[in-house]
């Protein structure tokens, strides 16, 4: 049931097929070269922040890569353009990160790759907006941060990948083994996959990724808002053509301000508003669960905060 509700989710036929598997992303980043980077062959990879440099990092340990795009001399605080991703047509796979969570940015488009699978890590904005998921030949998320608890991954992969997949891997590192036993190859996260359902049942609920869109376009959009209105105090990391809807990151004029900041929110009920340890600054995460409501009331703390400060 899971399976299918994803797929008309997502608006895809039967020629995909939906895997529920473990060890998160993170374990995506190996397989995902592991499977489809065979000898001799490059794979290209966009990098655009901690996420997809970890996946570019797992397919250099596995073969050769080629870089498409970088924005990591730019410490990621823009998106490099859709047509400056470059790659060879014979590459075996270009991977993108649709969203970074640590540096705050997102991309709205995805290039047209001809020939070449497009593979994405949609860990933090999975069914969260509309896409074309149809471009993808592969996609990965990490179930915990919009789809249920951790402990899930969900693999969502056009059949003919499956033929692609290179021999003489452990089997439980083989996409064919999970395809070929519906995911029931060995012992599944069950109860995550459970959560899994009651969150797509809820997603259709609302009204289908439409809906999902429209709140989370909302909540991002007040919270810019103040952003954009008090810039000096507010003061967003990244170029504004590449900002995330679910992550958006900020400085305040100061370390202490900042910390007095994160503790005032607190003692108001929002919590988890401290920058990554690696970047600082504030962090604000509108993932799904997050409700307009909320947004809405932290929108009116930071500007009471700035009047006071």
Excluded at 294 to 306: P, R, S, V
Aim: proline share 4%; glycine share 10%; hydrophobic share 40%.
């Amino acid at each position: 049931a899971a399976m299918s509700l994803m797929r008309e989710l997502m608006g895809l036929g039967e020629n995909y097929k939906v895997l529920f598997l473990g060890g998160g992303a993170s374990t995506q980043f190996a397989m995902i070269p592991m499977n489809f980077l065979h000898p001799g062959k490059t794979a290209a990879y966009v990098d655009t922040g901690s996420w997809s440099n970890k996946a570019l990092k797992e397919g250099k340990l596995l073969g050769q890569v080629h870089l498409a795009a970088s924005a990591k001399e730019i410490n990621y605080t823009k998106l490099p353009k859709i047509a400056d991703i470059k790659f060879p047509t014979d590459a075996e796979y270009l991977h993108m990160t649709s969203n970074e969570t640590i540096h705050g940015n997102q991309f709205s488009q995805f290039p047209e790759t001809g020939s070449v699978p497009l593979i994405c890590d949609m860990s933090s904005d999975f069914l969260s907006r509309r896409r074309d998921f149809g471009k993808f030949s592969v996609i990965y998320a990490g179930a915990q941060k919009n789809i249920g608890p951790a402990g899930v991954t969900v693999v969502v992969m056009r059949e003919e990948m499956l033929a692609k997949c290179k021999d003489g891997n452990p089997t439980m590192f083989d996409y064919r083994t999970h395809a070929k036993e519906n995911s029931l190859y060995n012992t599944p996260p069950a109860f995550g996959i459970y959560v899994v359902r009651l969150v797509l049942e809820w997603v259709k609920k609302q009204g289908g990724l439409q809906a999902v869109e429209k709140v989370n376009l909302a909540k991002k959009d007040r919270i810019y808002g103040v952003m954009d209105a008090n810039p000096d105090y507010y003061k967003g990391t990244v170029d504004r053509e590449s900002r995330s809807w679910m992550n958006i990151t900020m400085r305040l004029p100061s370390e202490d301000l900042e910390a007095k900041f994160i503790a005032e929110a607190k003692g108001k009920g929002f919590i988890g508003l401290k920058g990554h340890r690696s970047v600082g600054g504030i962090r604000v995460s509108l993932y799904n669960a997050m409700t307009l409501d909320g947004a809405n009331q932290l929108a009116e703390f930071m500007e009471t905060f700035k009047k006071a400060n």
